[in-house]
């Protein structure tokens, strides 16, 4: 038998990627999946992609790797990409986008947000249809699997749910939670690449970690105004306010003008 990390949305959070790491670590966990979403929002996109390249075994696309590879991305997301090189941004831009395998007699399917795409979000709380949409192949995902176990990421909100005899799970995030803040990511147990059915789990890790360091880096680095203000109030609450916020920024800097 055998455990597995699966972690996600890191966000250029070094302090809370360190302290899931000390955890893996400390269980001699050997295999990491990641669900993309390396970069952006924190301030350390570089160092954490150099680090997630080295230790994960697989690294998925998510949608801020693929926007912030964009040399036409929108200005606010510019300060991002000077802070990773060409390589670096290459890199990012061709990870693949989609991870199938066994463990236990189950079929498992690892992407970042859906079976759609990187962009096509699922909520916790959406119908089931949904929910069991999740399960299909398209041309996103290949055809050549027919997962019962879907594992995403995106949301940055840890669930488990058990549909139609089939497992969802969300892995949460690791930089930016919005459910609780301290950092989150799952751990799989079973036999690794087995088709023979055997014992299986899926278990949730919840972290704290040094929310003001992370904080403090963020101000060192010189991010722009209202991606700091966004990242610390986000780290610090845990609540989702990105549109929010920049609706009041947009329109605090549109009167100055
Ligand atoms: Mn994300």
């Known amino acids: 038998m055998e455990?597995?990390?699966v972690?996600?949305?890191?966000?250029?959070?070094?302090?809370?990627?360190?302290?899931v790491l000390k955890d893996i670590k400390k269980r001699g966990i050997k295999r990491i999946f990641c669900l993309g979403d390396l970069v952006g929002k924190g301030p350390d996109s570089s160092k954490v992609t150099d680090i997630c390249r080295e230790k994960c075994e697989v690294v998925l696309l998510g949608n801020w790797d693929y926007f912030l590879a964009d040399s036409k991305a929108l200005p606010i997301f510019q300060w991002y990409r000077e802070r990773l090189t060409q390589e670096q941004l290459d890199y990012l831009f061709n990870l693949p986008p989609?991870?199938?395998?066994?463990?236990?007699?189950?079929?498992?399917?690892?992407?970042?947000?859906?079976?759609?795409?990187?962009?096509?979000r699922v909520h916790m709380d959406d119908t089931e249809d949904r929910h069991i949409a999740m399960f299909e192949n398209t041309d996103f995902t290949g055809d050549d699997?027919?997962?019962?176990?879907?594992?995403?990421?995106?949301?940055?909100?840890?669930?488990l749910k058990n549909i139609k005899g089939k497992v969802l799970f969300n892995a949460g995030s690791i930089g930016n939670p919005l459910d609780e803040p301290t950092a989150a990511y799952?751990?799989?147990?079973?036999?690794?690449?087995?088709?023979?059915p055997g014992y299986f789990a899926i278990q949730t890790i919840r972290l704290p970690y040094d929310i003001e360091r992370a904080v403090k880096q963020a101000r060192d680095a010189d991010m722009p105004d209202i991606e700091l203000e966004l990242y610390e109030e986000e780290l610090r609450t845990s609540r989702y306010r990105r549109d929010e916020?920049?609706?009041?920024?947009l329109r605090k800097h549109k009167k100055k003008e």
Request: charged share 20%; net charge negative; proline share 3%.
């Open 145 to 159: 699997f027919m997962p019962d176990t879907i594992g995403y990421g995106d949301i940055h909100k840890t669930f």
């Open 3 to 5: 455990q597995i990390a």
């Open 98 to 120: 989609v991870y199938n395998f066994a463990i236990s007699g189950r079929k498992v399917r690892l992407y970042h947000a859906s079976h759609i795409g990187v962009a096509h």
């Open 186 to 196: 799952v751990i799989i147990e079973g036999n690794y690449g087995d088709a023979k």
């Open 7 to 19: 972690i996600s949305d890191v966000h250029g959070n070094m302090p809370a990627l360190e302290a």
């Open 245 to 249: 916020l920049m609706k009041e920024w």
